[in-house]
């Protein structure tokens, strides 16, 4: 793996302990992001998508949403 995709991991494993932190009382949450990342994973949506999806899920918790407009999920 080389030190961008290691990168990339690194974010994506930071962005996930965020929100399983944040939303510990909400499961559904924390569940429909995971959903949301393994559909993108499979090459079902493109990026511009994921962004949405996951900017409504968060939306009232400024702290996440932008952490996604900085982030290659």
């Known amino acids: 793996m080389d030190r961008d995709a290691r990168r990339g991991l690194r974010k994506a494993v ?6 399983i932190v944040h939303f510990k ?3 559904n949450v924390v ?14 949506t493109d ?3 994921v962004c949405e999806e996951v ?3 968060f939306v009232g918790h400024q702290d996440l949403t932008c952490w ?3 982030s290659s999920l």
Request: proline share 0%; charged share 30%.
């Open 31 to 44: 569940k429909r992001f995971i959903a949301i990342m393994q559909i993108h994973r499979k090459g079902r």
């Open 68 to 70: 996604i407009g900085s």
């Open 47 to 49: 990026m511009n998508e």
């Open 55 to 57: 900017a409504n899920l």
């Open 14 to 19: 930071d962005l996930m302990h965020m929100v």
């Open 25 to 27: 009382r909400e499961e």
